[in-house]
């Protein structure tokens, strides 16, 4: 269970709009980008990490967004000001500012995660969440070089890079944890890797972070 507030970093979002052509040259999910969010929206999206499906709704929307089990849902833009989701029938309050962008993790109970907003379209950005007990670094699948540095349990790190295709491997000092299977980092877009204590072992989640453009 995720027991603190985390200050989540670099989940590009206004990329989404600058760099929408590019995006859907590139990419064969061109209609998750086919509406633009209003100037000074906020975006909000939810990371279920428990074993069963639930529904969010949130206030401004009118449909409900299904979130499977252990996957982060997408990003939906909002009017900034006072807001209310509900996930699985638990609501939160909300106060949401121009621009930014808040990840809102369900782990029986709702803990918001304030993300940054970056805009680097010329690079691909990895998120990487340690939501163990031990201290876990991103590495590439053979450990010898760190992706993203050791994130003490509850905390996240970030990493820039070229569009490249390649796995990763969640490591604890030389013993890895858990692994990614290799996927093509896009430039412009942004990636989620995840790692959660789970009855004693592991679980990994691995996401490419998109905008739910549904009313």
């Known amino acids: ?21 590019a995006a ?10 086919d509406a633009v969010a209003p100037e000074g929206s906020a975006f909000v999206r939810v990371l279920n990490v428990t074993g ?3 529904e969010v709704t949130l206030t401004s929307k009118i449909n409900p967004q299904r979130v499977p089990a252990h996957q982060f849902g997408g990003y939906r833009f909002l009017p900034p000001g006072p807001s209310n989701i509900t996930v699985a029938g ?5 106060e949401l500012a121009p621009d930014s962008a808040t ?22 950005q990895i998120s990487f969440y340690n939501f163990t007990d031990t201290g876990v670094a ?26 490249v295709k390649v796995g990763f491997s969640a ?18 877009r942004s990636y989620s890797y995840a790692i959660f204590g789970e009855a004693g072992d592991y679980r990994s989640i691995m996401w490419a972070n998109s905008i739910d453009a549904t009313e």
Not at 139 to 162: F, I
């Open 171 to 188: 490591y604890t000092g030389e013993n890895s944890l858990a692994s990614y299977e290799a996927q093509l980092l896009r430039k412009g």
């Open 90 to 94: 638990i609501s939160l309050d909300m």
């Open 24 to 33: 859907v040259a590139q990419d064969d999910q061109a209609q998750l980008y």
């Open 1 to 21: 269970m995720v027991r603190k507030l985390v200050s989540i970093s670099c989940m590009a979002l206004l990329w989404v709009a600058a760099s929408m052509n």
């Open 138 to 163: 991103l590495k590439t699948l053979d450990g010898k070089h760190a992706v993203v540095d050791t994130l003490d349990p509850s905390n996240n790190g970030t990493r820039m890079v070229n569009e």
């Open 52 to 54: 069963n499906s639930v």
């Open 103 to 124: 990840t809102v993790v369900y782990d029986g109970q709702l803990l918001l995660l304030k993300d940054d907003i970056v805009e680097e379209p010329q690079k691909a």
